[in-house]
């Protein structure tokens, strides 16, 4: 299965709603809506569809919404994770009127694992190795805070310890130069799924270009078919989607974050 569209629909079956909120600590149901609470005060809003809503439905829903975390004095942040190909009239509109604010528009990349599970040389001097212990994965969201200008890095380590604590399927990886991190990844297998998603790609400006990146991702590919993971899915950024694209991976749409901050 090569065909975007194919890649696309069973995106929006396997991967909207239950499937993007692993480590969530509660969730609730507003309508067509699926609204998560993560720890570090952190609001997410999804959805499978809108149901068909016209721009004054998708006005309210919006306002539900927002008024559930704002009900809630802990939530700092909310994100409204939009898709390019959803039917949504008004949403834009909705979501500024609202206060929140669009973030950079990232690519869907979809592609079969076995297109990323090539051997790829790492440059001299460069070490790949998968983390556990606390210590590492503070030092990982650290680089990665810092990568993309992220000041969540010690909320966001908190809740990869949880969800590693449980036993959660999701791997960490990072490429170290001296004992210094210059780039690092997740894998995350989504259970009921076809899917594993390569997410939290970051690798420091200096060590870019040297095929870093590209080995840290058919490491996690080898490792998601392990797993018996057919197809891996990415929010990629224009740094990566081209190394994506290389491999195999289609784009099938885009995805906009809108974020509200208390």
């Not at 509109?93 to 040389?121: D, H, N, R, W």
């Amino acid at each position: 299965m090569t065909d975007p569209q194919h890649f696309l629909e069973a995106y929006d079956e396997q991967l909207r709603t239950d499937a993007e909120t692993p480590g969530a600590l509660e969730t609730a149901r507003h309508g067509p809506l699926h609204l998560a609470t993560f720890a570090g005060g952190r609001g997410f809003i999804s959805y499978r569809d809108l149901g068909g809503a016209d721009a004054d439905a998708i006005r309210e829903l919006v306002s539900a919404a927002l008024g559930h975390y704002r009900a809630d004095p802990e939530i700092r942040r909310v994100e409204w994770k939009s898709r390019g190909h959803d039917h949504a009239p008004g949403l834009y509109e909705a979501l500024t009127g609202s206060g929140f604010m669009a973030e950079e528009t990232e690519s869907i990349m979809i592609g079969e694992a076995k297109a990323l599970a090539v051997e790829v040389a790492l440059p001299e001097g460069v070490t790949m190795r998968r983390v556990t212990e606390e210590a590492d994965v503070r030092a990982m969201t650290a680089m990665q805070g810092e990568v993309f200008g992220d000041s969540l890095a010690d909320e966001i380590a908190d809740g990869v310890l949880r969800r590693l604590s449980r036993g959660d399927a999701m791997e960490l990886w990072v490429a170290e130069v001296d004992g210094r991190m210059v780039s690092a990844g997740r894998l995350e297998p989504v259970t009921g799924t076809d899917f594993a998603g390569i997410w939290g790609g970051a690798t420091r400006p200096e060590w870019r270009g040297r095929g870093i990146y590209r080995a840290m991702t058919s490491a996690r590919a080898r490792a998601a078919l392990a797993y018996g993971k057919t197809l891996i899915n990415s929010d990629s950024t224009e740094f990566s989607r081209p190394i994506l694209e290389r491999s195999g991976l289609v784009k099938v749409s885009t995805t906009t974050g809108y974020v509200w901050k208390r």
